[in-house]
């Protein structure tokens, strides 16, 4: 069962390196809450335990033998998981769930930037996914080399930071592409805006989408 055939609201938080999803993952998700909402809050890879455990081996800075279709089949699996142990029951609960990263990503990051066979991603999702999308994602659109030193500012690096810049502008080409192909479901954000404006913008595009839910 989709989504959309759910009680629930399935949203995500998509964009590159220091776009500042997790923040605005938190701030949407106390709005929501502060307006009557139940929320569960996720992340990928990651939500449940087994998918944490695959999140460690993927963004170990020592894993820098992994290749791409290992990367690949290790974000299914723990994606696979996330969605039957923690989204699909709390979207038939009522809930809102967002997500800090879904499918898109695996499109982005894999697909575009790693320049793995789309249409393998594609059937690979379906199986992993049964065809489910959020029914809002909200992609946090930034300058890379900004983004990528927002992290080093803030201490951060992880196995796919470490990537030269060429790859994360793919992968923000990537994204880019998603959006123009699927305006309906995804809300491009400029978030090298204020710290007034990109919450703004953020929570019209939320509002717009439980209206139509």
Do not use: W
Not at 154 to 164: I, S, T, W, Y
């Amino acid at each position: 069962m989709g989504p959309r055939a759910s009680k629930g609201m399935f949203i995500s938080f998509e964009g590159g390196e220091g776009a500042g999803k997790s923040t605005h993952v938190r701030m949407a998700a106390e709005a929501l809450e502060a307006e009557g909402h139940e929320v569960i809050m996720t992340a990928e890879p990651g939500g449940t335990p087994i998918s944490q455990c695959i999140r460690g081996v993927l963004l170990d800075t020592a894993h820098q033998a992994m290749e791409p279709v290992t990367e690949l089949l290790l974000y299914a699996a723990a994606r696979r998981q996330h969605l039957q142990e923690l989204i699909l029951p709390a979207l038939e609960e009522g809930k809102v769930v967002i997500t800090d990263r879904f499918s898109d990503s695996t499109a982005a990051y894999q697909g575009t930037g790693r320049g793995l066979d789309m249409r393998l991603i594609e059937e690979l999702d379906r199986i992993v996914t049964g065809g489910i999308k959020p029914e809002l994602t909200v992609l946090l659109d930034m300058d890379v080399e900004l983004g990528l030193e927002r992290n080093r500012g803030a201490g951060k690096q992880d196995r796919l930071e470490m990537e030269q810049v060429e790859f994360h502008k793919r992968v923000r080409e990537g994204f880019l592409a998603i959006a123009k192909a699927e305006p309906e479901r995804v809300k491009l954000v400029d978030a090298s805006g204020s710290k007034q404006e990109v919450p703004t913008l953020v929570m019209e595009a939320m509002r717009e989408a439980l209206t139509r839910k």
